[in-house]
């Protein structure tokens, strides 16, 4: 074999080399790519995808899509040179810092439990505006959500506690204890009355300083008292983004009349029980996924707006919302055909 042969054939051996180990070897990053559609007046998997029990419902049409998000990467999965340079040549793909989404020592089983938990919230959440739109009484439980570990009375406090007064008075919402904690000095105690596994009880915890104000080390949620019984099949989908449209899909359930006219809207945003629409990740991916899925409407949270301009597909019309009532009155005018003044997203 001459000299020119033998380096022709180590030439291309080092190159099936290097295929192969850019096809094995995993790399610190997650891909996010325009995910599918699901209409929440429809169903899912052969089940309707919101069911009331205890209540009246009425019949309805067009379609109230909540939008998603693939994410390749994390534990469990790996992206490699070449899932790089497809994401690179396609627009509607971002490559983005593994921890951004995968904090390092998380396992593919805690991202799927925290994600359920946070769907779980978001249709509690969705539930309670609806129903208080309609008219229905919806009492609210502060609780304990979970404790950290480095909290000053860690040992004193468990998930699950429900929180009644803070220094003798009644809170309301999970603000009104945030308020009446932060009235402390960073190592002061404050004394919380709560009710655990059914029993009243008060423990005195110690604050901690939290960029300058004072709190006990608790991440607090709501646990909802709802008159009638509303359930949300969202399938394998986790995360919070989905509240808004759910809560739309819900109230429109409860509602004489189609919402949207048999018009087909998609959307996105978090929602809190009192009507407030939070950001999300990945909203250009969304914005193509709802094109893709046939949409001509999308409700975006303000919030995201600087993320929306410059990245609306053709053909698809984005309004901008920031709460329910923002969001329920874009979809009313959109069915009535005088949404031309509707806000957009603008620079």
């Not at 994401?87 to 793909?93: D, G, Q």
Request: glycine share 12%; net charge negative; aromatic share 4%.
């Amino acid at each position: 074999m001459s000299r020119r042969s033998t380096i022709a054939l180590v030439a291309v051996f080092l190159l099936i080399a290097l295929g192969a180990l850019s096809s094995m070897v995993g790399l610190p990053y997650a891909i996010m790519k325009p995910g599918p559609i699901t209409n929440t007046l429809g169903q899912l998997a052969g089940k309707q995808l919101i069911t009331v029990s205890g209540a009246q419902t009425y019949p309805t049409q067009g379609a109230l899509d909540f939008t998603t998000v693939r994410i390749s990467g994390g534990p469990g999965y790996r992206v490699t040179v070449w899932d790089l340079l497809a994401a690179a040549i396609k627009p509607s793909e971002d490559v983005v810092d593994e921890d951004l989404y995968f904090p390092k020592g998380v396992t593919d089983k805690q991202v799927e439990e925290e994600s359920t938990a946070e769907m779980i919230d978001s249709q509690q959440e969705a539930i309670a505006v609806a129903l208080k739109a309609v008219g229905q009484k919806v009492v609210e439980h502060v609780v304990i959500g979970q404790v950290a570990k480095d909290a000053p009375s860690a040992a004193l406090l468990k998930a699950g506690d429900e929180i009644v007064t803070v220094d003798g008075k009644t809170v309301a919402d999970s603000n009104a204890v945030r308020a009446s904690v932060s009235t402390h000095k960073p190592g002061e105690s404050v004394a919380l009355g709560l009710v655990r596994d059914g029993k009243p009880l008060t423990v005195t915890a110690k604050t901690r300083d939290a960029q300058g104000r004072a709190t006990v080390g608790v991440f607090l949620g709501v646990r909802f008292e709802f008159p009638i019984d509303v359930k949300i099949n969202a399938g394998d989908v986790g995360g919070p983004s989905a509240g808004t449209m759910f809560s739309l899909a819900v109230y429109d359930t409860l509602t004489p009349g189609p919402l949207t006219g048999g018009q087909q809207i998609a959307g996105t945003g978090t929602i809190d029980s009192t009507g407030k629409v939070g950001p999300i990740g990945g909203i250009q991916q969304k914005l193509v996924g709802a094109h893709d899925g046939g949409a001509k409407w999308f409700l975006a949270p303000a919030e995201n707006c600087d993320e929306v301009v410059g990245h609306v597909p053709d053909g698809l019309r984005v309004v901008r919302i920031a709460t329910f009532d923002e969001a329920k009155t874009a979809v009313e005018a959109i069915a009535d055909k005088r949404a031309d003044s509707l806000p957009t997203c603008t620079k």
